[in-house]
Each structure stands twice: as structure tokens, then as C-alpha cells.
């Protein structure tokens, strides 16, 4: 059975044709044959009655001559063979034939029937006879074989060939409308998909059968409620940070009012913190979704932040080939980039970072040397706040929010990232974008 809806209603409309088409031709060649052999059977006993009728008429010397000019295709007469022994055949033609015989010539009258097929052993099927004997009055005995026409053998080609095409034509007119059917249920299926990439998609356009229609409307509808929530959402947080600035920054200007040095220094640095996180936590939410898209060469992009990192002191080198555009969000691809090199030099004296283009996606390596990270956590450091060790300082644990911003974003692009573990020590962080219809 075929997985895909597409393919079991096409299979099981396809089985139920073969079979009801199988039915209907079976019947029909029954019916076909035994309408036939009814008219035979009745021609065949009038021409014999009659023959046996005029043939009781004459003596032996006459009858012989008159047998030798009805000996004639296909009602072949013989007055020379015995009575044969064999047991009486009990065929429906052959029972029908001797019971119109009996008929026209009487009950009394002896009247032997056997349907003959003859088996020549070739491809080509021959067709069947009536061998006849009916006694005469003198008992003297007349035998008959009627070679019944071809086309009682003869397979009905154009009959074949119509069903043939009848099937053709159904099973053709059963797949543009199993396709209709099922075509916009795939489409509502890769929307599905997308949706967590892309909710800014355009709805799906309602078309297809009545229940197809509603289960698009609902998407589209649900698809309309998540946007204006996560718009409520970032209007909240946009106001609630905005709120935020106020009073950090009247605790700001007490904290420099303050004599003692170290107790301005650690507020400053607690404050500094504070404003971060609070701007960590919009950069997460929006994931870059307030810029809009524009191609992009990823690898000058990549190679103009490694350059600033060095230049800001820390050891980065870059190897990769100038790349094909990409469509990208410029500032959210160069935090994404940012978040996974700050990362790898929280860790590591020095990073690598590689890039590998191909037709299907572009992929972007970031390489330490630092001491890695436990099998189970690999995934687990991408929640928000969550970091391996214990420190609350920025300059070593961070906020927690680095990771969980670069997989927004990757993810708003229709990529992702990922973190393995290296052989030797390390930690590699990859970065896929793949090279869409929309690049």
C-alpha cells in the first residue's frame, strides 16, 4: 500500500476499476456466448429435424445419394457410423439441442448429443461442434456434426479494446481528480512546516473540495492569530524594556553620586549587566524580524567580522572562497556570526572559522579548541539563560542568551544550528543556511 494519500486513493481507485471492469467482462462474454449458442443451438435443431424428416422419406439407395448432396459445411451428414457408446453430455447445448430435437421429432426418437471441442495443441483456439446421431425410422442411423462458426472461439478483440480504453480514459479522469484532491492538502502540509520558520507567510489560497476549504480557512485563521500574539508580545516587551531605561538610568546617576569607589564600580558593572540582558532577551524575540531581506555575500561578511575581531585583540583566522549571494538579514546573519565567534572565544585562546558553499545550502564552521561539552548538553545550552557553568559574569558565562539568539535567527532564515563535539578537544558550532527558491 502506497504511503501517500495521493497514491492509496489512485491505488484503490485503480483496484476497484480492474476488479468491477474484470466482473463486468466476465458477464459479458457469459452472456454473449450463451445468446449465442441459444441461437445455434435453436437454428441447428430445425435444419437437422428437417434433414431427418426427408431422409426417413426414402429407401437405403436413395438416402445415401440425397446424404451425399447435404454433406455440406457446416452441417456435415454421414449414414455409415455407429451408435456410439459414448455416455450422453450433459452441457447446457448440448441438453438444450437434444431437447428441441426431441421436440420436433419426438420422444420416442433415439438422439444422441455431445458437444466436441477439438484440441489441436495450437495457440490459435478452434472452434467447438455438435455431434448429432438421431435414429430413423428404419434403424438406420444418421450422424451429424455441426461445425459451429469461429465466432463462438474467437476472442472479441474490439470488444477488449473499447473496455480497454473505457478504463484508460476513467483511470486518467480518476487521477487529475485524486490530484485536485490531494494537491492542496500537500500544499496545507509544507505551510505546516514552514510555519515556525516564516509566519509572516502569505495565506494559503482556499481552493479543493469543501473540507479541504475549511481546513485551509482554520490555518489561515491560526496562522493570523499566532502573528497578532507574537505582535502583542513584542509590543509588551518593547514598552516594558522602554520602561526599563528610566529607572536604570536614575540608578545609573545615583550610583556615580556614591563615595565609595569599589561599591560604584560593581553597581556600574551590575547595571551594564542588566541593560544587556534586557537587550539580549528583544534581540531574541525579534530574531532580526524588523530588517527586511536583500542578497548578501556571506563570505565578505564573515571575513569583515573576523578582521574586526582581530583587530579588537583576539586570535581568529578564516578559510573560505568568495561565495554566491545570499538572501539573508544583513544585522541579524552578522549577530548570528558574532554570537557563535564570542561564543567559541569565551572558551578557546583561538577560532577557526571555515565556509562551504554549495548549490543547496551555504554552511558556515566556527572551530575552538576549548574543552567542549558533555554529550547531553550539546542541545540543551540553546534555552534561554541556560549555561553550562556557574558564573553569572558576562566576561565568562555571559547572559545566557548568545546561543538561543543565533539559532533564532538561523531559524528565521530557514536554517539552524548545531554544536558537536571535536575529535582531539573542541567545540565545532555549524551554521546552515540553505539556498532556497527565495535566495
Known sequence: MPRSLFGRLLFLLCVGLLVSQSIALTLLLRDRGASLYH?????????????????????????????????????????????????????????????????QLGAARPVYVSLYRPQDGGLRPQPPSFFIQVGLN????????????????????????????????????????????????AQLAKAARELGDNLDR?????????????????FNEMQARLRRQREDRDHL??????????????????????????????????????????????????????EAFSPLDVSALVEAICEDTIEAGETVSFDGTPSA?????????????????????RYAKTVEVRLDDSPQQLMIRVLDRGPGLPADVLEAVFEPFRRVEHSRSRATGGSGLGLSIARAIARAHGGDVTLRNREGGGLEARLILPRTASN
Open 138 to 185: 428404419d434403424g438406420g442411423i444418421a450422424s451429424f456434426l455441426h461445425e459451429l462458426p469461429p465466432l463462438l472461439a474467437a476472442r472479441p478483440v474490439s470488444l477488449l479494446l473499447s473496455l480497454g480504453a473505457a478504463m484508460s480514459v476513467v483511470l486518467m479522469v480518476s487521477l487529475l481528480a485524486v490530484r485536485g484532491l490531494t494537491q492542496p492538502l
Open 237 to 290: 516587551l518593547a514598552a516594558v524594556a522602554h520602561d526599563l531605561k528610566t529607572p536604570i538610568a536614575r540608578m545609573r546617576l545615583r550610583a556615580e553620586l556614591l563615595d565609595d569607589a569599589g561599591t560604584r564600580e560593581h553597581l556600574g558593572v551590575d547595571l551594564a549587566e542588566l541593560e544587556a540582558t534586557v537587550a539580549d532577551t528583544l534581540d531574541l524575540l525579534r530574531a532580526g524580524r524588523g
Open 39 to 103: 441461437v445455434l443451438v435453436a437454428d441447428s435443431s430445425e435444419r437437422i429435424a428437417a434433414t431427418v424428416e426427408l431422409l426417413d422419406d426414402f429407401d437405403a439407395g436413395d438416402r445415401e445419394r440425397l446424404a451425399n448432396a447435404l454433406d455440406l459445411p457446416p452441417l456435415r451428414l454421414r449414414l455409415d457410423l455407429p451408435w456410439t457408446d459414448l455416455p450422453a453430455d450433459q452441457s447446457s447445448q448440448a441438453v438444450a439441442l437434444r431437447r428441441l430435437l426431441h421436440q
Open 325 to 345: 549571494p545570499l538572501t539573508v538579514r544583513p544585522r541579524a546573519l552578522r549577530r548570528c556570526l558574532q554570537n557563535l565567534i564570542d561564543n567559541a572565544l
Open 202 to 218: 502569505p495565506p494559503l489560497t482556499e481552493r479543493g473540495a469543501l473540507e479541504v476549504r475549511e481546513a485551509t480557512r482554520a
